[in-house]
């Protein structure tokens, strides 16, 4: 879905940020930490975090904490990572059943085989 019918779909105004935002998480293929969004997108960065706050707000993204940095990805489907605590690579997992539970993130902290 294009990112202008994306925003449109959910009552929220296309503008060039936003769009931009939008483009990058939808081309994406792991979380994007805020630092990224930074060095990537020429705009004030409490800007940046304002247009992100309100993705949160309407449940369009999620935010994970890892190792003190905020990552955001699309909230289009339950996603779980796995993340080393020593190399901080991240790597996408099967997302855990717990019965009577509505996962839509989760994030396992652990060392990696190249790392162990």
Known sequence: MKATTFLQSHNISS????IELVKMLQNAN?????DEFLSKIKANKTTIYRNLDLLLSKNLIIKNEIEHKS?????????AYFVCETCHEMEEIEVPNLPGKNIKSAVIKGICEKCS
């Open 30 to 34: 792991k979380p994007i930490s805020y």
């Open 15 to 18: 503008t060039p940020l936003r």
């Open 71 to 79: 990552f955001y990805e699309l909230a289009d489907h339950a996603k």
